[in-house]
């Protein structure tokens, strides 16, 4: 009853396929080869942690329940792209071994699991469930590893057959049947892919690359047969052992599986993802780019290797879970930090001023009161008569004649001789030429004293101008009169 009711739903499924006027039986593309896939599915105790019909207590990491739920994604797989294995009407047989002796096919209510996928795709994707479900039962393990007599049912396959063997283990077997295996492997008209899992110091890596054949019979409508090569034979999930069993059957029914793709992506990012893997990508009539993708299929799903995936539509909203894409903003230029200042060095006087700006404005303001105060005009009196100007600068001199002061236009000639340095503090008076006296130097004076020049010749020496002469009239003395004593405007 199993096998007539698939057979029912897989009638149904390939008439769909076809223009409703004709009804035609679904038949291989080429007749004269046959395509055939072998899966052999290793059953010994270690997959359950059993070891001699009972629980290993030395065993902790069992991986049957994982790779249970990794060989029903691979059923739902191949139900997703049932479509392209009727195409191909691909000979299938699901078989599990264990210790020497312990082979058989696969049974699903009395049906073995051996049949064609162009009218018994279902069969196939139940035969693999049934595999799931064994896996999660330790009763139903058989005992030890022998790969030998997974070649026995090989034979009915000539070398004008695509055939591939594609075997599942997570051990190996012991010398003797490593022998035979690989003697039938070499001679086998079938390739050999071998898949393993589990604990990677239990598995023989090396035997399994040499057990490993790749040549395939090539047949019509199948490219890139010749590209093909198997170079991992362990994997360290059940996940990724059940995916590797995928792409091997898709490799010898000639498909190709949907590799994962980001599904938050627009359809721009996602066909070039697609395509990165050597994957054909159509866009119907109306899919924007910018947009997200309907009708991806999805990641395993089994297509025509010339066909490729056609996204149908596409949508601005984003799928369930993802975030719009964010509207890009011009990335701002990089703000240079600033270059810190060094501190100032003062090793030196004038560099002390350099890092003490103040100090230096301190000693300019006073450098100009000292010029100022050199400049100031001076004025003299003798005797307590009527003053004369001596104008400013650091050197003045005036003569004493019959009794008078008169400013001297040559100071240096002069009788008595005032001077004022910058560097020097306090104005100095010398009258060497007044006395006659030799040797002797200018002496400091406080302005506004009296000072005795000689017998009978007292000065006074201050700041500013004399005032103007004023004649019996009341009107100003004239300016001759007032050039003759010296009197002077300020500087």
């Known amino acids: ?170 051990g190996v077997p012991d010398d003797d049947d490593k022998a035979a295996a690989q003697r039938l492997s070499d001679t086998s ?103 997200y993708p309907i009708g991806v299929p999805l990641p395993g799903t089994y297509v025509a290797r010339d066909g490729g995936v056609t996204i149908s539509s596409s949508t601005p909203t984003p799928p369930e879970g993802c975030e719009a894409l964010p509207t890009p903003t011009p990335t701002p230029s990089p703000t240079e930090e600033p270059i810190p200042t060094p501190p100032c060095v003062a090793d030196s006087p004038i560099s002390w001023m350099g890092c003490n700006p103040w100090a230096l404005l301190l000693l300019l303001v006073l ?18 008569q009527r003053a004369i100007g001596l104008r400013g600068g650091t050197k003045v001199g005036f003569n004493i004649k019959d009794g008078r002061v008169e400013r001297s236009a040559n100071p240096d000639s002069a009788q008595v001789k005032i001077t004022r340095h910058f560097h020097l503090p306090g104005p100095r008076i010398d009258t060497s030429r007044l006395t006659g006296s030799t040797g002797s130097k200018p002496v400091r004076f406080r302005l506004g004293e009296e000072l005795k020049l000689q017998d009978g010749a007292v000065a006074r020496i201050k700041h500013g101008n004399p005032r103007p002469a004023v004649g019996p009239s009341g009107g100003a003395a004239s300016a001759a009169g007032n050039s003759d004593r010296g009197v002077s405007s300020a500087l």
């Open 1 to 170: 009853m199993t096998r007539l009711r698939i057979a029912l739903t897989s009638l149904a499924l390939a008439l769909s396929m076809f223009a409703p006027a004709a009804v035609r039986p679904v038949v291989a593309a080429d007749e004269t080869n046959l395509t055939a896939a072998v899966f052999a599915f290793d059953f010994s105790g270690s997959i359950y942690c059993y070891k001699n019909g009972a629980p290993d207590s030395t065993c902790k990491n069992p991986i049957n329940d994982s790779l249970a739920s990794a060989v029903d994604q691979l059923a739902t797989d191949i139900e997703s792209g049932q479509q392209q294995f009727v195409k191909r009407a691909i000979e299938f047989q699901v078989s599990q071994f264990g210790s020497e002796g312990k082979f058989k096919i696969v049974q699903i209510e009395g049906d073995r699991c051996r049949g064609n996928t162009a009218d018994e795709v279902l069969l196939l994707v139940s035969c693999l469930r049934e595999v799931a479900k064994q896996y999660r039962d330790a009763k139903y393990q058989l005992g030890g590893t022998s790969f030998s007599q997974v070649f026995d049912t090989l034979d009915t396959y000539s070398e004008e057959d695509r055939c591939g063997l594609i075997l599942f283990t997570d």
């Open 367 to 384: 450098a100009g009161a000292r010029l100022w105060w050199i400049g100031r005009n001076l004025q003299v009196s003798m005797n307590g």
């Open 189 to 291: 008209n079938c390739s050999v892919l071998p898949v393993s899992t589990g604990t990677k110091d239990n598995v023989d890596e090396d035997f399994l690359k040499d057990f490993t054949k790749t040549e395939m019979t090539q047949i019509g409508g199948c490219d890139n047969q010749t590209d093909f090569s198997w170079d991992d034979v362990f994997f360290d999930t059940a996940d990724a052992a059940a995916s590797a069993i995928g792409d091997a059957l898709s490799e010898v029914a000639c498909l190709k599986r949907v590799p994962g793709w980001p599904r938050c992506e627009t359809v721009d990012a996602i066909k070039a993802a697609l395509e990165a893997t050597g994957l054909t990508v159509n866009l119907a009539a109306g899919v924007v780019g910018s947009e």
